[in-house]
């Protein structure tokens, strides 16, 4: 059963001369952990405020629920919890403070809920006289997690949750999100870490307003498979202008450590590489074939888009 | 119910926890009255004078020292000749020069007439005229002293009362200033600042996805500065009954009445405000130059309004400021009734039911 269905959307800021989203299309199964995976300023934000009523769209339909977001914006607003990309809780108010306004806020109470982010707020508690506002990164978007989780919502939708949160509190984060899947949660989350597709049961990519692909970690990979190199020189600067050079090469990126090669299929290409980049003078080259992962395929697809 | 309580109690934390809007909510009504009650005053007091006694006979001597016993006057120089006149007015040290000619006792035995001469500094029309006003006097008591003991054939005698404030202290004219004007700058400025900032921060974002009415933050916003502000006029009223001795001449019970309702119509008027604009800079910028400067141009408070020219004194209608104004000193002042404010009051409640519904009319329930 589709939880969340989004129908040609389209949605333009400045009187239409800036496109935040181009005909959007795809739905969200009950009970599904959803990532929305794209660049800052591809239209995330643009999406969840559609779903979350706060913005009406310029054509196309939504339902969250099987609430129409326009018309029964107010019965919306009772079933989901929201975490808006910005920090948006009360800076002077403490822990304890903001999510006990919160829970009455939304007509229930922290004990009668507690269960729920229990094993989140546990985290938290040790500093709940703290002021919301002098909190660390972490712990501002676990507490934002709890004021939205409180009064137990149908779907949950956060925005960008780990932006500018430690690699350890992330991964945390990403595992509390697994455990409220299990409660049967519809989550819907968007972030601009590739990495974190992996945790996603689906994932869309969208760039430039528009969706590139929506499917399973899996299938976005084995649908783009690509002839793909890890290239590395004693020259790496020159080396990656001397790839992009090469008649044989479709594109060629620094990743880290090495440049990621990716070359047509023709059967001289790759043989005919070792010796083109001696001539150019590198020494110590080493050229493997690598299968591509999520990033390598965004890249591919923004290209072929 | 409980919901409503929630609110308020978060309103009153971040009012309580923000130092710096609870010094200006307190602070400056406190520092307004001190200042206008001791600092800044146009009544004239111990205003430095010059004589340039010509004569110095004993008539002369005597109306100068009259002069500085006159708590308006003291004289701090005596001149030696007219020339010396011109060079202390450049030199800012006096505001009036009394000159008094040659020969000036023989002249009023002799022949019944004599003259004396004022000179003010006129920079400031205002003080200078009332300060030849107040030598006027001095001399007319003088020359009736005189006159006493003999008999004329006719006179006019000349009698004024300076009803409602005889001592002509400005307090009677500030007070009611003051308090217009506080109220209608915290009233508004606070509540639309206050309501924006949930805007600016999100968190009004997070308060439209839930089943609350949106309506609820904007109410229970309010309620925190009412209460606050009805502090501010207790706190005015205070100080001007102890400090600046200025008497409650009306029903208290009414003048606190009247002061709610104007409240009321301060923070519909900041509600108004915070719906229209998204940013705190801008809510405070319109407080600030859209409401501080009619408020206190059309009040009539510094400048009678009848003396501006017709269109201004239309447009004094739509601003508040000028009918609470009315009412305060009518209460406060001349000690007046119910039957003296009603219209003014039904003016202030009319604006406030307008306010509200526009505001109310404007809120949005989303982002855009």
Known sequence: MAEVIIQNITKTYEKGTVKALDNVSFTVKSGELFGLIGADGAGKTSLFRILTTLLIPDSG??????????????????????????????????????????????????????????EIYVQIEPFKKRLAGQLSGGMKQKLALCCALIHEPKV???????????????????????????RGITIMVSTPYMDEA??????????????????????????????????????????????????????????????????????????????????????????????????DTFIKLMQDA | MKLFFAFIRKEFWHVLRDTRSLIILLGLPVMMMLL????????????????LDLSHDESTIQLADRFDQSRYFSVTQKLKRESEIAEAFRKNELRMVVIFPPNFQENISHNKQ?????????????????MINYATAIIRDYQNEILGEQKLPYRIELESSMLYNPKLSSAFNFVPGVMTLILMLLGAMMTSVSIVKEKEKGTMEILLVSPMRPIMVVITKAIPYLLLCFVDVLLILLLA????????????????????????????????????????????????????????????????????????????????????????????????????????????????????????????????
């Open chain 1, 198 to 295: 992996k945790l996603c049961d689906r994932i869309a990519l969208i760039q430039n307003s528009k969706i590139l692909d929506i499917d399973t970690l899996e299938g976005i990979l084995s649908k783009n498979k690509q002839n793909l190199f890890a290239v590395n020189s004693d020259k790496m600067y020159q080396l990656l202008k001397d790839l992009r050079a090469y008649p044989n090469t479709i594109s060629c990126f620094a990743f880290g450590q090495k440049h990621h090669l990716q070359l047509n299929s023709g059967e001289n290409s790759l043989k005919s590489l070792l010796p083109y980049l001696k001539q150019k003078g590198h020494t110590n080259i080493s050229i493997k074939a690598i299968s591509p992962d999520i990033e």
């Open chain 1, 61 to 118: 339909k939504a339902s969250v629920a099987g609430f129409d977001v326009i018309q029964d914006f107010k019965k919306i607003r009772e079933i989901v919890g929201y975490m808006p990309g910005k920090f948006s809780l009360y800076q002077d108010l403490s822990i304890e403070e903001n999510l006990n306004f919160f829970a009455t806020v939304f007509g229930t109470t922290v004990e009668e809920n507690y269960e729920l982010i229990r």
């Open chain 1, 156 to 182: 949950l939708f956060l925005d960008e949750p780990t932006t500018g949160v430690d690699p350890v509190s992330r991964k945390e984060f990403w595992e509390m999100l697994g455990r409220l899947k299990e």
């Open chain 2, 241 to 368: 009954y102890t400090v600046l001795d200025m008497p409650m001449r009306g029903n208290i019970g009414l003048l606190l009445a009247e002061s709610i309702l104007f409240i009321f119509t301060t923070l519909s008027l900041g509600l108004l405000i915070s719906n229209l604009v998204d940013t705190q800079q801008v809510a405070m910028f319109i407080s600030l130059v859209g409401l501080l400067m009619p408020a206190l141009i059309f009040s009539g408070f510094m400048f009678p309004l009848e003396n501006m020219p017709l269109p201004m004194q239309v447009i004094s209608n739509i601003v508040p400021t000028k009918w609470f104004y009315s009412i305060v000193s009518t209460i406060m002042v001349k000690g007046l009734g119910f039957e003296y404010v009603w219209k003014q009051t039904l003016i202030l409640v009319g604006m406030t039911l307008f306010y509200l519904t526009i505001a109310m009319k404007k809120f949005k329930i989303r982002l855009e």
């Open chain 2, 36 to 51: 206008f009650g001791f600092a800044l005053s146009n009544e004239v007091k111990n205003s430095n004078i010059g004589i």
């Open chain 2, 114 to 130: 004599a003259q004396i001469r004022f000179i003010g500094d006129a920079t400031d029309p205002n003080t200078s005229n009332i």
